[in-house]
């Protein structure tokens, strides 16, 4: 059966900690859609802009995950990111959605997006 939605939002972050690219990389579909403030990503896109953060935590909560089917999950949750980002120091909350899709035997990421808790 494989991970559950949630489970994989962590693996992810945990990917991103460890500065595991390879397999930060696995998770992203290949039409994958990032969308930040500062506009969309590709999936090369966000590899190149992840490489960049420093990442010493991420605390996830408040997950609520809708059962598309038996090939879409979408996940929302919030995320308390601390780390630096080019060099300067972050701690921010986030609201972040999620939306996986089953490729074959595997689940990948098509679109994330963030928005910043004020």
């Known amino acids: ?64 995950v809708v059962d598309e089917g038996e090939t879409t999950e979408i996940v929302s949750y919030r995320v308390a990111v601390k780390g630096r980002h080019v060099g300067r120091d972050i701690a921010v909350d986030y609201n972040a959605v999620s939306v996986w899709v089953r490729a074959g035997p595997d689940w990948r990421l098509i679109s994330h997006a963030e928005v910043p808790i004020s």
Do not use: C
């Open 1 to 64: 059966m494989g991970a559950s939605s949630v489970e994989r939002e962590q693996a992810i972050w945990d990917s991103v900690r460890a500065k595991r690219w390879t397999d930060f990389q696995e998770f992203l579909h290949p039409q994958y859609v990032g969308v930040y403030a500062e506009g969309t990503r590709t999936a090369e896109q966000e590899l190149a802009a992840i490489r960049k953060l420093d990442l010493d935590s991420a605390l996830l909560n408040q997950f609520r």
